[in-house]
């Protein structure tokens, strides 16, 4: 069984802005997905946010190991319902890589439960990336460092928790760094943050990106059947405490009934 991914783009750049129509004539979200299908290992499609429940309906997210989402221009487009849906299935065991301006994100907010605010600049600045946690699978076959000539700056403080584990530190020509690579848990699912990827630049072609991208998505699967029990709040009755008890004082609810949500 191959790890079954789906790269979910905005696609609204490459529609209107010509500049990225060149580097990305059939989408960002082409671009990963066929890197991604360069490792046998990984089976990826796509999904943007113009198609019927932005391409992600009930059925076709139970059958997700790994999502990736990339979105910028118009993030309170997409549906309450389906964000929700996405976040039930992480908690759930699937993994989900953010890329770029998905910070802000609502499925990245949704998760974080923060601002997930930083500084920014979009001067085509040179950006290196230092590897910092050398031993972690999505750094795998990757230089200690990397330099991405041109990209958008992103600077501290990002607000966002306290992470994981941090993979990636980044250092910008005007002098700026950023935690550009960051692991949380959020139930049973895996959670990778990755700063590159201004639609204007070229970044989703360059091998090392790419790398990271695909160890990024076996990092991020979980093997395990979904954890179905993680949206249960059982009643557990007095009989069934797992010692001998006896019950005291008054109470709300009646024996097995549902708590309030």
């Given amino acids: 069984m191959t790890i079954r991914t789906i790269v979910w783009g905005e696609n609204i750049h490459e529609q209107t802005n010509e500049v990225v129509r060149s580097i990305y004539p059939d989408g960002m979200h082409a671009v990963i997905a066929a890197a991604l299908n360069a490792d046998p290992a990984i089976t990826a499609s796509t999904a943007t ?11 076709r997210l ?9 979105g910028h221009k118009d993030h309170g487009a997409v549906s309450d319902a389906v964000v929700e849906r996405v976040a039930k299935r992480v908690w ?16 990245f907010k949704r998760l974080m439960g923060t601002p997930c605010a930083l500084k920014w600049r979009e001067a085509g600045e040179r950006e290196r990336l230092w590897a910092i946690n050398p031993a ?28 994981l584990e941090t993979v990636f ?46 160890n990024a998505v076996k990092w991020a699967y979980n093997p395990l059947a ?36």
């Fill in 49 to 59: 946010l113009q198609e019927e429940e932005h391409g992600l309906p009930s059925a």
């Fill in 62 to 70: 139970a059958e997700t190991d790994v999502l990736l989402w990339w």
């Fill in 92 to 107: 759930e065991g699937m993994g989900l890589i953010v890329l770029h301006s998905g910070h802000f994100s609502k499925i």
């Fill in 136 to 163: 972690h699978p999505i750094t795998a076959g990757l230089p200690e460092h990397f330099v991405l000539e041109n990209e958008e700056m992103y600077g501290e403080a990002f607000s966002v928790p306290e992470p």
């Fill in 169 to 214: 530190i980044s250092w910008f020509a005007g002098g700026e760094v950023f935690r550009s690579g960051m692991t949380w848990r959020r139930g049973a699912g895996n959670v990778f943050y990755f700063r590159p990827g201004h639609e204007t630049y070229p970044t989703y072609h360059d091998g090392t990106v790419q790398q990271v991208l695909r």
């Fill in 226 to 261: 979904p954890y179905l029990a993680v949206h249960d709040a059982p009643n557990v009755p007095v009989e069934s405490a797992l010692e001998p008890i006896v019950e005291r004082g008054p109470r709300l609810h009646q024996a097995g009934e549902a708590g309030y949500r």
